[in-house]
């Protein structure tokens, strides 16, 4: 079984939707992020938790909310999808430690917003 | 905060020869460099990484260099294969304010049998 899983794999909604793409991971770590990848703009940052009770902004927050349920699940939610929020959307998860810690990420979420 | 560069956008080698990705870093404190490899269809996963108390690391066919004084780190592959064709992105560990990856452009690179 993969140790970081995300559903749906793809969606496709109408512009003003509210949709929430769902991680797990089963590699027992505390810090978990959520990403968004465009063509030519690589991974960018959308928000990232280094455990249950810490929720940070990323560098692209704006449209987006996240909820840490346990430590092993980590949601990202779009309260009022846009079209320019199509993207390919990653979860990923690492160790502690200051000194930087490899990250695992799932397969992605493909998101088409119309 | 840090901002990374990568270059080229794009690259392809013929099958045997060698691919070379270059990124370059702004925050001096960064001390961690993974690179990223992305097939198509899948997440991106770890290939090597380097921290910035060592100037080069090597496994196999794939090798990573980091020069702290001019600040920037390159990832070799050398006797390319058709199966190295990917995505590869590079990542500097930020350490000044919060500890967070931040994370190249990306290199699409195609081996051309």
């Known amino acids: 079984d993969a140790d970081v899983t995300q559903t749906p794999r793809n969606r496709i909604t109408k512009t003003g939707k509210r949709i929430m793409l769902e991680c797990s991971q089963t590699k027992g770590h505390d810090r978990m992020y959520w990403y968004r990848q465009d063509p030519g703009l690589g991974l960018r940052l959308i928000y990232y938790?280094?455990?249950?009770?810490?929720?940070n902004k990323g560098e692209i927050s704006d449209g987006y909310s996240v909820s840490r349920q346990a430590q092993a699940k980590f949601s990202l939610s779009l309260e009022s999808a846009i079209p320019n929020q199509t993207a390919l959307y990653f979860c990923?998860?690492?160790?502690?430690?200051?000194?930087?810690?490899?990250?695992?990420f799932g397969p992605g979420t493909r998101l088409l917003v119309l | 905060g840090e901002n990374v560069e990568q270059h080229p956008s794009t690259l392809s080698v013929q099958e045997g020869d060698s691919a070379v990705i270059k990124c370059t870093y702004s925050?001096?404190?960064?001390?961690?460099f993974p690179w990223y490899k992305q097939e198509l269809g899948k997440g991106p996963q770890l290939i090597i990484d380097?921290?910035?108390?060592?100037g080069e690391k090597k496994d196999q066919r794939i090798a990573v260099t980091l020069n702290k004084t001019a600040k920037h780190f390159s990832l070799h592959i050398t006797e390319t294969q058709p199966e190295d064709s990917a995505v590869y992105f590079c990542a500097a560990w930020q350490t000044s304010g919060t500890y967070k990856y931040i994370f190249g452009t990306g290199t699409r690179l195609k081996v051309l049998a």
């Open positions: 990923a998860t690492s160790g502690l430690g200051q000194g930087g810690e490899t990250q695992y």
């Open positions: 938790s280094f455990d249950v009770k810490d929720i």
């Open positions: 380097i921290r910035s108390n060592v």
């Open positions: 925050d001096s404190a960064s001390n961690y």
